[in-house]
């Protein structure tokens, strides 16, 4: 199948915010249609946060629904490493500890 759609009458309608057609079919050969949106549809203002310090706990940004300004962004854990006396590493997350 190509994709053609063979009209047996005409359909006349209209398409809902949500998505929906609406309309009615005719007994004519052709068919007739009109879609006009809204340039934007009425959403909350996200006023939250859009700069984010991780943690180790989840964290949620109440952004469902809402229409935002920005990209959010999620800040890096500061992950360090040094030698050690064993040959290896140590790997400090959160940044490195200072003892002094």
Excluded at 57 to 84: C, F, H, R, W, Y
Aim: with cysteine.
């Amino acid at each position: 199948m190509d994709g053609t759609i063979t009209a047996l009458g005409t359909i006349k309608g209209s398409l809902t915010p949500r998505g929906k057609l609406c309309g009615t079919l005719s007994g004519r050969k052709t068919i007739e249609a009109g879609l006009s949106l809204p340039d934007r549809i009425a959403l909350d203002i996200y006023d939250g946060a859009y700069i984010v310090n991780p943690t180790f706990d989840m964290q949620v940004l109440p952004t469902q629904g809402k229409q935002m300004a920005d990209d959010v962004e999620v800040k890096a854990i500061q992950v360090s490493t040094v030698s050690n006396l064993s040959g290896g590493n140590t790997v400090y997350i959160g940044g490195e500890i200072n003892y002094g």
